[in-house]
């Protein structure tokens, strides 16, 4: 909605919303392009912004508003980030989308990498597939509980003002951390592509 908000009568000086918007644009463009390189970023850009719009969008939602108080009879209202299962998820699709780029690039050929520069390191290079996304999911996971947590504990405490500059810097707290696994992911899906062109 904001995107069409934004681009609905384009000007070729843009001003106001239109020049907001361009700006996200250009930043989420930055993202891909500083980690995957000039010349093959422009399709990893809707995966990544997608990755860095929603990631945001679910943080905020939980620094937000201190759903934790609201009690209900089964589970919990909480920010999505704050569940395990969907940092995992997001993780396993940036890991997905690694290989792809790998694959794509290169074809079978992507595997050697394995045994690079000595087939001693191949139990390593297949370990840290494995921790990528693992590393992904908890640092985001956890960064997203403890500040949901620290809010809740504060407003229970001392319901009244006190509270907010913490709920501020939560706000930017979960923005670093959907720059972090966007940046981390482009930059995930850069290293599988590169030295790749003979």
Same mark, same amino acid.
């Given at each position: 909605?904001?995107?069409?908000? #934004? ?62 108080? %609201?009690?209900?009879?089964? #589970?919990? +209202?909480?920010? $999505? ?14 890991? +997905? ?5 790998? +694959?794509?690039?290169?074809? =079978? ?7 690079? $520069? ?15 996304? =693992? ?6 996971? #956890?960064?997203? =509980?403890?500040? &949901?947590? @620290?809010?809740? @504990?504060? @407003?229970? =405490?001392?319901?009244?003002? %006190?509270?907010?500059? @913490?709920?501020? *810097?939560? *706000? ?16 995930? %899906? #850069? &290293? ?7």
């Amino acid at each position: 909605m904001l995107s069409f908000l #934004g681009t609905r009568n384009l000007q070729r000086i843009p001003e106001n919303f239109q020049n907001f918007m361009e700006f996200i644009l250009e930043f989420l463009q930055d993202i891909a392009k500083n980690q995957i390189g000039e010349k093959e970023y422009r399709p990893w850009v809707p995966y990544i912004a997608t990755l860095f719009l929603f990631i945001l969008g679910c943080n905020w939602a939980g620094a937000l508003i201190p759903w934790k108080l %609201i009690h209900l009879p089964e #589970g919990e +209202l909480a920010a $999505p980030t704050n569940d395990i299962n969907t940092t995992v998820a997001l993780a396993l699709l940036t890991s +997905l989308a690694y290989f792809y780029a790998g +694959l794509s690039k290169k074809g =079978l050929g992507y595997f050697a990498r394995y045994i690079q $520069p000595t087939p001693v390191l191949l139990p390593i290079n297949i370990l840290e597939d494995f921790t990528k996304p =693992l590393s992904l999911s908890f640092r985001l996971f #956890g960064n997203v =509980l403890a500040d &949901e947590l @620290v809010v809740s @504990v504060f @407003v229970l =405490l001392i319901p009244v003002l %006190i509270p907010l500059p @913490v709920m501020i *810097l939560g *706000l930017f707290a979960s923005s670093i951390q959907a720059l972090i696994f966007s940046t981390l992911s482009a930059a995930y %899906i #850069g &290293e599988a592509m590169e030295g790749h062109e003979e």
